[in-house]
């Protein structure tokens, strides 16, 4: 494959690979430091004394030296392992913390999230990032990128997900380099006057001033939220409703200012500045007006990770275009990657950044062999046909991911993508020129209303798409595993699509093979497989069995289809769930089980093994222990949590193990294997 004889494609899997070594194993810093202090001077001596036939030294070094490079950054950016991280300091009791606000995270109905980094602990210096956690509070403002306060706290762990297959925010956290959380209320907090600010904030609190502008305008509430999107990266704003459609459409991607946009803004920026090209080095003023534009969007935008990756990237590109030459494409993706991974190596694990990635890459690699299998003659069958090559290329770079990550294929992707691509351009530049006379305070009403009457048809168009249920196929199960065959089969049938020979057939054919292997694997696995879990669920009880592919859920939710179910159903490949109220009594592997509930019923088999609270008992639990004797107590998240604790005390009094599910997670049985 042509792609991977660039020297910067090879340098940069390198370095993602010691990016991986140095994230899951747990390295210090000092030791990849000083191997590849030791390896320089051998890597000099290669370069001198290496003969074109002899063993290849230089490369063998220099792999070394960039795969210890990625393992000594990574340990860096999560600075965990330096003398200074706020870890360090004894955490048991309450102290002062100086932080500073770096992003404000969506808020839930409870509380009002950020990510802050420390600044000092009982006025030492320190450093680390964190989150912090207050209540929702009307009568409170919400802080603001740059803002300075003191909190007086203690921090704790982020919890582990309480339930199998659930969305795991623990390690989320950890792939940014936050491992612990501060959970305050606003009377122990101090905000300090006059903070330091950073260009960040300040470009962020431009795009407030621009928001606030634009929502004294005669927008729609969904239009108004679509542009916040569209162009300035604010999606909190967006309807639930509004998002889904998107999402199932095929067309999100459009909601989040990232590689789609700043290409699309590159191509009318050289469109643009082309007359600059008759001028003497008009080419490279034309290259530092468009560099130079894309960041002040980017500015504009709010200076979010994906935006500044996506202007970083696209700055490369750019580069690489004013060169005109084809083959630089790989050189300066691979190279913009490589700088980006540098600076901020845990972007490696972000969702964003693999999807950006993978799909300019496609494009780059796949879209001029799909031009030259079939160029049409016809105008309009030609443009349809390069915008179809566009789309089919992305998705082809970013499915197995999507799959991984969403487990749902748009099958109409290619349909909005028609419809609106082609006015992308139209409807992105149209919307600058708002941005900017917001701005300026001088946005005419027929322009108002002509942009709201834009946004609204895309919106129905979209709308439209995502009616077409019976073309989304949800919940597809797909693992690490078949994510890494996939992208191997995409890859051997685009080197058979450009070479058709024999050997590329047999690569198909093998990437074919294994695929099969896994997935008759995944079914015996799962047709010996039986569970029986206390799943943790707020406010309820929920028991799963499953055997095989097929789940028996006990409950008196009547809506069980939550994203807590779906999510195992998933992962687990059911194929059958079926619905029964909860009994008082279970039998599992010849050990029975009690369900004590809010009616405080004894059983009259006192020969029980695990007794199940549920629903809050008014009970006295200590002559209920003494009269069926369990070996075990489990309390799910249906019970009020003064309930709990005093439970466990008892329990602790009766030398009896106690769980809880609210704060052990889902409680799972060992049964027998055959």
């Not at 305008?217 to 639930?240: H, M, N, P, W, Y």
């Amino acid at each position: 494959m042509r792609l991977f004889n660039f020297a910067s494609v090879k340098l940069t899997l390198c370095l993602c690979l010691g990016i991986l070594f140095g994230f899951y194993i747990d390295v210090s810093s000092q030791i990849p430091l000083g191997i590849i202090i030791v390896l320089f001077p051998l890597l000099y001596w290669a370069k001198k004394k290496q003969s074109r036939k002899g063993f290849p030294f230089f490369e063998v070094t220099t792999i070394f030296i960039i795969v210890l490079l990625g393992v000594l950054i990574v340990n860096v950016s999560q600075s965990k392992n330096l003398q200074q991280h706020y870890s360090k300091n004894q955490q048991d009791n309450p102290k002062q913390w100086e932080l500073k606000i770096r992003e404000v995270l969506k808020p839930n109905p409870y509380t009002q999230r950020y990510i802050a980094s420390v600044q000092s602990i009982e006025n030492e210096k320190s450093a680390g990032k964190l989150i912090l956690s207050l209540p929702v509070d009307s009568s409170n403002q919400i802080l603001k990128v740059d803002d300075e306060l003191f909190v007086f706290s203690k921090i704790t762990a982020i919890s582990p997900p309480l339930n199998q297959h659930q969305f795991d925010y623990r390690d989320y956290l950890k792939k940014q380099g936050i491992h612990f959380q501060i959970t305050a209320n606003y009377n122990s907090i101090l905000i300090q006057e006059n903070p330091s600010k950073s260009l960040t904030g300040m470009a962020l609190n431009f795009r407030e001033e621009i928001i606030s502008k634009l929502k004294k305008k005669s927008f729609g509430t969904d239009e108004l939220g679509v542009i916040q999107a569209l162009l300035l990266g604010k999606r909190s704003d967006i309807s639930e409703s509004t998002y889904n459609n998107y999402k199932n459409a095929g067309a999100v991607h459009i909601l989040a200012v990232s590689g789609l946009h700043v290409g699309v803004l590159l191509l009318l920026l050289q469109f643009l500045l082309s007359p600059l090209e008759r001028f003497p080095k008009g080419k490279n003023l034309k290259l530092l007006l468009i560099v130079l534009l894309l960041w002040a969007y980017a500015f504009l935008a709010g200076l979010s990770p994906s935006i500044v990756r996506a202007v970083t990237m696209f700055s490369f590109l750019a580069y690489a275009q004013h060169l005109n030459r084809p083959s630089n494409s790989f050189n300066i993706l691979a190279l913009s990657m490589f700088f980006i991974l540098l600076v901020k190596p845990l972007f490696l694990f972000q969702v964003g950044f693999q999807m950006s990635y993978a799909a300019v890459f496609a494009i780059v690699w796949v879209y001029p062999k799909l031009q030259r299998f079939w160029s049409p003659k016809a105008f309009i069958i030609r443009k349809t046909w390069q915008l179809l090559s566009v789309s089919i290329a992305a998705q082809l770079g970013v499915l197995p991911i999507s799959l991984f990550y969403f487990h749902q294929f748009p099958a109409l992707f290619f349909v909005s993508n028609l419809l609106i691509i082609p006015f992308l351009g139209l409807i992105l530049g149209f919307g600058i020129l708002v941005i900017l006379l917001t701005i300026l305070d001088y946005l005419p009403n027929f322009m108002v209303f002509g942009y709201n009457a834009i946004i609204q048809i895309m919106n129905e168009v979209i709308g439209w798409v995502a009616t077409q249920e019976g073309f989304i196929i949800k919940d597809i199960p797909f693992d690490t595993m078949e994510m890494v065959l996939a992208y191997a089969l995409i890859l051997a049938f685009i080197t058979f699509f450009t070479q058709p020979r024999f050997k590329n057939v047999i690569v198909i054919f093998v990437c074919l093979v294994l695929l099969q292997l896994w997935s008759i694997w995944n079914q015996f696995q799962l047709h010996q497989k039986e569970v029986f879990m206390i799943m943790h669920k707020s406010k309820n009880t929920v028991i799963l069995h499953q055997t095989g592919k097929i789940i028996n859920l006990y409950t008196n939710d009547s809506v069980p289809t939550t994203s807590l179910i779906n999510n195992y159903k998933v992962a687990e490949r059911i194929e059958s769930l079926t619905l029964h109220s909860l009994k008082n009594s279970y039998t599992i592997a010849q050990k029975r089980f009690y369900v004590m509930d809010s009616f405080g019923i004894y059983p009259e088999n006192k020969n029980h093994d695990f007794l199940l609270l549920t629903q809050s008992p008014k009970i006295h639990l200590e002559r209920l222990l003494d009269s069926i004797r369990p070996k075990m107590v489990i309390a799910d998240g249906s019970n009020y949590k003064s309930y709990i604790s005093r439970w466990k005390q008892t329990c602790f009094k009766k030398e009896i193990p106690f769980h809880s599910t609210s704060e052990k997670g889902s409680y799972k049985f060992n049964l027998p294997t055959d």
